[in-house]
């Protein structure tokens, strides 16, 4: 686990990709470069929960990567006929 609490955070949110596509989709910026999903209070683009989705995007492709990398390739097998 991460050292920062920002970056570990990120790293559990990872296991969430749903949820992460929907923060990715929620907290886009609006054309006054405002993010959107706050209609409460103003917070401008990218805001906090924005960057913590996006690290948390990053290290889910990381680990999707990775598991990628170690997976051994099948072996031909011949086809009956």
């Known amino acids: 686990m991460a ?15 749903t949820l992460v596509r929907q923060l990715l989709e929620d907290h886009t910026p609006r054309p006054d470069g405002w993010c959107r999903a706050h209609d409460g209070h103003g917070e401008r683009h990218p805001c906090s929960i924005r960057r913590l989705a ?28």
């Open 54 to 81: 996006e690290l948390a995007s990053a290290h889910l492709t990381a680990l999707e990567n990775s598991r990628g990398q170690r997976v051994a390739p099948r072996p031909r097998t011949a086809l009956a006929g």
């Open 3 to 17: 050292d920062d609490p920002f970056t570990a955070c990120a790293e559990q949110l990872a296991a969430t990709p």
